[in-house]
């Protein structure tokens, strides 16, 4: 018998009108079509933690596709349906972006595959996922409307700050919740107990089997989370990183490297200025020889043209203009000419290497964000030039003069490049 809570009166509170309104006229449409529909995972769980989260996964006992029909039909939007899931996305007029999933017991051809699906009941659902604080669901049908589904003890695991397996075979499975949970604890300053923390152990050589795009898309979301250096040194205790790549520095020399990567980031956020989500290529880069490196591993990792972008910056830093080149007479303008097209990022990684050199990447990058660029495209037309690529140099001739006189007004920026 699962644990009773009363959750209408805080999903009422806590949630905007409309997402509350949702999942009422969600949970009072299954009931007509005599199906049960459920509010489960990630959004439960912040709820009960007081933590803001409108995404909205919804469990039916019974046919998704059917019940994204009806109330595609009663309250507008869109549908996108997955025959073989039994599953459908239902994009409603606000914008809300809602799945609708038939209940499954999710089975497995072999570890480290793609689940198979089989229709099933609530229970089987929930207990088929990565941990018990995330296997928690909410009742939507009206007569129970808020009641809190609980067979797990996922509050229980909350309130004691817990990530807890549900059975043992979960990280064989899928080796990626592995990397899942290390961002719960990371996200929630939560712990592994110490089953799942052995579980995890013993099955950290799976992640070998898993295709690179599924352990990237969980490495990315650890370490894009608020204290990356966190995450590095759990994927270090559990022993995970000889599984992500296979050469590798000592663990002393990348902890310095990211810590001081870390580091520099932060001085720069503290600025308001923010690297992109392709940085966790960084962390990942803490452990490459830097004398011989081999970048095929790392690029197997980057699927986003960004990081693509991040990882060819750095090696042309490295290749075509080691920064230990920059002599301490160079002024800011002739270190952009350089570098402007580097991204912050490969800049921040080269200098997380320790490289020596007397340029301050900081200071630059610092200089060179923040610019609020005084001459622009417009102006160069309105000079009466054609635009074509010279307009690229002559921008970046601005901006160097820029750098190095911050006190030149337009007029005198034009002046000098014209
Ligand atoms: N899930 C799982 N195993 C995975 C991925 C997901 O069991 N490898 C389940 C979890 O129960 C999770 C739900 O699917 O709650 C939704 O997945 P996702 O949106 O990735 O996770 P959230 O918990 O919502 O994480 P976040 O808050 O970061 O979005």
Same mark, same amino acid.
């Given at each position: 018998?699962?644990?009773?809570?009363?959750?209408?009166?805080?999903?009422?509170?806590?949630? $905007?009108?409309?997402a509350f309104?949702l999942l009422y006229?969600i949970g009072?449409?299954?009931?007509?079509?005599?199906?049960?529909?459920?509010l489960?995972?990630?959004?439960?769980?912040?709820?009960?933690?007081?933590?803001?989260?409108?995404?909205m996964?919804?469990?039916?006992?019974?046919?998704?596709?059917?019940?994204?029909?009806?109330?595609?039909?009663?309250?507008?939007?869109?549908?996108?349906?997955?025959?073989?899931?039994?599953?459908?996305?239902?994009?409603?007029?606000?914008?809300?972006?809602?799945?609708?999933?038939?209940?499954?017991?999710?089975?497995?051809?072999?570890?480290?595959?793609?689940?198979?699906?089989?229709?099933?009941?609530?229970?089987?659902?929930?207990?088929?996922?990565?941990?018990?604080?995330?296997?928690?669901?909410?009742?939507l049908?009206?007569?129970?409307?808020?009641?809190?589904?609980?067979?797990?003890?996922?509050?229980?695991?909350?309130?004691?700050?817990?990530?807890?397996?549900?059975?043992?075979?979960?990280?064989?499975?899928?080796?990626?919740?592995?990397?899942?949970?290390?961002?719960?604890?990371?996200?929630?300053?939560?712990?592994?107990?110490?089953?799942?923390?052995?579980?995890?152990?013993?099955? =950290?050589?799976?992640?070998?089997?898993?295709?690179?795009?599924?352990?990237?898309?969980?490495?990315?979301?650890?370490?894009?989370?608020?204290?990356?250096?966190?995450?590095?040194?759990?994927?270090?205790?559990?022993?995970?990183?000889?599984?992500?790549?296979?050469?590798?520095?000592?663990?002393?020399?990348?902890?310095?490297?990211?810590?001081?990567?870390?580091?520099?980031?932060?001085?720069?956020?503290?600025?308001?200025?923010?690297?992109?989500?392709?940085?966790?290529?960084?962390?990942?880069?803490?452990?490459?020889?830097?004398?011989?490196?081999?970048?095929?591993?790392?690029?197997?990792?980057?699927?986003?043209?960004?990081?693509?972008?991040?990882?060819?910056?750095?090696?042309?830093?490295?290749?075509?203009?080691?920064? $230990?080149?920059?002599?301490?007479?160079?002024?800011?303008?002739?270190?952009?000419?350089?570098?402007?097209?580097?991204?912050?990022? =490969?800049?921040?990684?080269?200098?997380?290497?320790?490289?020596?050199?007397?340029?301050?990447?900081?200071?630059?990058?610092?200089?060179?964000?923040?610019?609020?660029?005084?001459?622009?495209?417009?102006?160069?037309?309105?000079?009466?030039?054609?635009?074509?690529?010279?307009?690229?140099?002559?921008?970046?001739?601005?901006?160097?003069?820029?750098?190095?006189?911050?006190?030149?007004?337009?007029?005198?920026?034009?002046?000098?490049?014209?």
């Amino acid at each position: 018998v699962p644990l009773k809570r009363q959750l209408s009166d805080q999903m009422k509170k806590q949630l $905007s009108g409309i997402a509350f309104e949702l999942l009422y006229s969600i949970g009072k449409e299954a009931d007509t079509l005599g199906m049960r529909a459920y509010l489960i995972g990630g959004m439960v769980r912040d709820l009960l933690m007081n933590r803001k989260n409108e995404d909205m996964d919804i469990v039916i006992e019974g046919d998704g596709i059917l019940l994204a029909e009806h109330l595609l039909e009663k309250h507008g939007g869109q549908i996108r349906s997955h025959e073989e899931f039994r599953t459908a996305t239902w994009k409603h007029p606000s914008g809300f972006k809602i799945d609708l999933t038939s209940a499954r017991t999710e089975y497995y051809d072999f570890p480290a595959a793609l689940p198979k699906v089989e229709l099933s009941t609530i229970k089987e659902d929930l207990y088929r996922r990565d941990f018990t604080i995330n296997a928690m669901g909410i009742c939507l049908h009206q007569e129970e409307f808020g009641d809190l589904i609980d067979y797990f003890y996922g509050y229980e695991d909350l309130t004691h700050q817990r990530i807890k397996v549900l059975y043992n075979l979960s990280f064989v499975e899928d080796p990626t919740r592995i990397l899942r949970g290390l961002r719960f604890e990371n996200r929630f300053n939560f712990q592994m107990d110490e089953q799942t923390e052995a579980l995890a152990k013993e099955s =950290a050589n799976n992640l070998l089997s898993v295709s690179k795009q599924r352990i990237s898309s969980e490495l990315w979301r650890l370490l894009f989370e608020e204290n990356p250096v966190l995450g590095m040194n759990r994927l270090e205790s559990l022993g995970l990183m000889p599984f992500l790549l296979k050469k590798r520095v000592d663990s002393e020399t990348a902890q310095k490297r990211y810590t001081r990567l870390h580091h520099s980031i932060l001085s720069l956020t503290k600025q308001g200025i923010y690297p992109d989500r392709s940085i966790w290529i960084s962390y990942l880069l803490s452990y490459i020889p830097i004398e011989e490196p081999d970048w095929s591993e790392v690029e197997s990792y980057c699927l986003s043209k960004q990081e693509i972008k991040l990882l060819g910056d750095i090696h042309q830093i490295i290749h075509e203009k080691p920064l $230990s080149k920059i002599s301490p007479s160079q002024s800011l303008g002739d270190i952009h000419e350089q570098y402007s097209d580097i991204e912050l990022g =490969a800049l921040l990684t080269y200098s997380s290497f320790c490289v020596s050199s007397d340029f301050d990447v900081i200071e630059y990058l610092h200089a060179r964000e923040r610019l609020v660029r005084k001459v622009n495209g417009g102006d160069l037309k309105k000079v009466g030039l054609k635009p074509g690529p010279h307009f690229r140099h002559l921008l970046l001739e601005a901006e160097k003069i820029q750098l190095n006189y911050p006190e030149y007004t337009k007029e005198d920026i034009l002046a000098k490049i014209l």
